[in-house]
C-alpha cells in the first residue's frame, strides 16, 4: 500500500503562487507515475496534471492549467511537486496526488490505484 501526503495547500490572492508537495515513505517511489487531481464543491474530480516515472521525462497538463502549473519530481525525496503560478479563483479545489504503475501516461482517476488526502487551495478574486 503506497501511502501519499500532500502539502502546501492555503489561501492565496488570484494571481499569486502556490507549491504542492506530495511525499511518500514508499521505496519504489520512482517506479510510478504521478498525477494532481482536483475536486471543487459539486463538481467531478479533474485531471490537472502527470510526470512520468523514473526521470521524470514526460509531462501532460490539463488545458485549463497549461503553462500556469508545472510538475515536478525528487526521487531522492520520494516527493512529487505542483507549482501552481497566476492562479484564478477558478483554481480553487481539493488537490490530491495519486500515482499508478504503467508504461503509459495517464489521465484518468479511475486508473489510478493510490491517493492521498487532499489539500486545499482557495484562490480570492
Known amino acids: 500500500q503506497v501511502q501519499l501526503v500532500e502539502s502546501g495547500g492555503g489561501l492565496v490572492e488570484a494571481g499569486g503562487s502556490l507549491r504542492l508537495s506530495c511525499t511518500t515513505s514508499e521505496r519504489t517511489f520512482s517506479d510510478y507515475n504521478m498525477g494532481w487531481f482536483r475536486q471543487a464543491p459539486g463538481k467531478e474530480r479533474e485531471f490537472v496534471a502527470a510526470?512520468?516515472?523514473?526521470?521524470?521525462?514526460?509531462?501532460f497538463y490539463a488545458e485549463t492549467v497549461k503553462g500556469r502549473f508545472t510538475i515536478a519530481r525528487d526521487n531522492a525525496k520520494n516527493t512529487v511537486y505542483l507549482q501552481m503560478d497566476s492562479l484564478k479563483a477558478g483554481d480553487t479545489a481539493v488537490y490530491y496526488c495519486?500515482?499508478?504503475?504503467?508504461?503509459?501516461?495517464?489521465?484518468?482517476?479511475?486508473?489510478?490505484?493510490?491517493w492521498g488526502q487532499g489539500t486545499q487551495v482557495t484562490v480570492s478574486p
Open positions: 510526470i512520468s516515472g523514473g526521470s521524470g521525462s514526460r509531462t
Open positions: 495519486a500515482a499508478h504503475r504503467s508504461i503509459f501516461l495517464l489521465t484518468r482517476a479511475s486508473l489510478f490505484d493510490y
